[in-house]
Each structure stands twice: as C-alpha cells, then as structure tokens.
C-alpha cells in the first residue's frame, strides 16, 4: 500500500512563494503519473498540476499557468509543486496524489492514492 506525505504548506503573503513536497513509500510509484489535488472551504476539489511518469509531460489548472511549476525526482520517490505568485485564491488543503496511468487524468477518479493534505493559506 502506497503512503503519502506532504510537507512544505503554511502562511504566506500575497505574491509570495512555498514550495509542497511529497513523498511516496510502501511502493513504487515511477510507473505512474503523480501531481496536487486542492480543495478550499466549501469549494469542490480541484486538480491543480499532474506530471507524467517520467517528467516528460506537465499539466496545470488555467488557474496556476505561468506560476506553477511542477517535478518529481524518480529515485526518491517524490514530487514537488513550486507555487510563486501565490494569491489568496489559493489558499486550500493541498493533496498529493499518485495516478492509475502513466499520464494526466482530470478525474479525481483516476487517482488511486491520496496524502493527508497540507494546508496553504495566503493573506492579503
């Protein structure tokens, strides 16, 4: 069974900068695609950045183009998401996930492991 661990969320100001980090163990998980899943107080969840198994391919929400930027390193089993230019709307529990398939899915579906969540809060 697949663990997840986030870490790297917190307190921000606008136009500020974190960077989430994640950490798969109980299995490998370079087979398959991994990124963030996000969900704000009384928003639906949303996907935010998905990479594909072996980097070659990003994804992002039309909401975090051009801020986000998203990696994973193979060997350690992780991923990560820089976040710049962070807004208030971007304040929400952040959630790593792992994939069923090498690529991107937007459905939450897809998505067989999920992290606890770490929470990123951005003031104004």
């Known amino acids: 069974q697949v663990q997840l661990v986030e870490s790297g969320g917190g307190l921000v100001q606008l136009g500020g900068s974190l960077r989430l980090s994640c950490v798969a163990s109980?299995?490998?998980?370079?087979?398959?695609?991994m990124g963030w899943f996000r969900q704000a107080p009384g928003k639906e969840r949303e996907i935010v950045a998905i990479?594909?198994?072996?980097?070659?391919?990003?994804y992002y929400a039309d909401s975090v183009k051009g801020r986000f930027g998203i990696s994973r390193d193979n060997t350690k089993n992780a991923v990560y998401l820089q976040m710049n230019s962070l807004k208030p709307d971007d304040s929400a529990v952040y959630y790593c996930?792992?994939?069923?398939?090498?690529?991107?899915?937007?459905?939450?579906?897809?998505?067989?492991?999920w992290g606890q969540g770490t929470q990123v809060t951005v003031s104004s």
């Open positions: 990479i594909s198994w072996n980097g070659g391919h990003e």
């Open positions: 996930v792992v994939g069923r398939y090498y690529g991107h899915s937007e459905s939450a579906d897809d998505y067989d492991y």
């Open positions: 109980g299995g490998t998980v370079s087979n398959n695609a």
